[in-house]
């Protein structure tokens, strides 16, 4: 699976504009939360990341309800398990937070998540995630619970970020036209 390199530009960038989202539009300065829902971002650059877990066919599962089922299939313990509720909150986050308006969506299509509230979803998948390994990962453990009671508020952040590539999109390239700052 790609990933983007730690030192890559979208890698700053995401940064950037995460952290900038997060404590001039909601007052968050919780530089652990807002480091792992920038590097969520850089995840999720390429698709096959967004749906990385496979069915029992070997197929990417694309809807939230088919992931919930196969991570119930996983045993209870390990990092498996962890791992698919950990991608599943973020896939359920990254949808809310980014493109409200495809989730929305959701209700009006034919498909298992048309009955799926993304946000309840999201907040248990970090939860459970948060309570696997929790000995063996701690500092994981407390973000993930952190993201499972303020699943909305990230949305939101991550609102504001979409908001502000908006405005970097319609900037001409080079600046936003002015000679003095």
């Known amino acids: 699976m790609w990933t983007t390199p730690a030192d890559h530009p979208l890698r700053r960038l995401f940064a950037g504009i995460t952290?900038?989202?997060f404590i001039t539009s909601l007052g968050v300065a919780d530089p652990p939360l807002v480091d792992y829902v920038s590097d969520l971002l850089s995840r999720f650059v390429h698709v096959d990341a967004v749906f990385r877990l496979k069915d029992?066919?070997?197929r990417p599962m694309h809807e939230l309800?088919?992931?919930a089922m196969e991570?119930?299939?996983l045993?209870?313990?390990g990092r498996t398990r962890?791992?698919?509720h950990r991608h599943i909150g973020d896939f359920a986050l990254y949808w809310s937070g980014l493109f409200p308006e495809e989730v929305n969506r959701f209700q009006y299509r034919p498909c298992k998540d048309h009955l799926v509230n993304f946000a309840v979803l999201g907040k248990r998948s970090y939860r459970l995630?948060?309570?696997c390994d929790a000995e063996r990962f701690p500092e994981d453990a407390q973000v993930l619970r952190r993201l499972g009671d303020e699943f909305e508020l990230c949305a939101v952040g991550l609102h504001e970020v979409r908001k502000e590539w908006d405005d970097l999109r319609r900037q001409p390239p080079g600046g936003d036209g002015r000679i003095i700052r």
């Open 82 to 84: 962890r791992e698919y």
């Open 129 to 131: 995630a948060s309570a």
């Open 56 to 58: 029992a066919g070997g």
């Open 19 to 21: 952290e900038h989202a």
């Open 65 to 67: 309800a088919e992931m």
């Open 71 to 73: 991570a119930e299939r």
């Open 75 to 77: 045993p209870p313990e």
